[in-house]
């Protein structure tokens, strides 16, 4: 079920707001490099640069808050107007990532 909520590790009402925009941002990985360096002494290839793979990072085009999972339900309801699917109350609530 959590599943649903999220796209690529990003939470579904970051992805599909039209308030947030992505910028791809170049990292580094040293396992992926290891791994690389291996495959390409296997296949006499060199001219790759090691560990390099690219990741989405978030922005709030606005420059306001991100939009929560509330909001981004909101934005369904008006855009199919159908209602968003009812919580229960005084369920666990988990956050994740930076404060």
């Not at 001219?47 to 709030?60: D, L, T, W």
Request: aromatic share 8%.
């Amino acid at each position: 079920m959590l599943e649903d909520w999220y796209r690529d590790g990003i939470p579904i009402w970051w992805d599909e707001s039209d308030r947030v925009t992505f910028d791809a941002k170049a990292r580094t990985s040293k396992s992926r490099a290891a791994t690389e360096r291996a495959q390409e002494a296997d296949s006499k290839k060199k001219s790759k640069q090691h560990g390099k793979y690219y990741i989405a990072e978030p922005r709030v085009m606005d420059g306001g808050d991100m939009p929560t999972r509330e909001e981004w339900l909101e934005e369904q309801e008006k855009k199919s107007g159908a209602k968003p699917p009812q919580r229960k109350t005084r369920e666990p609530h988990i956050l994740q990532g930076k404060k």
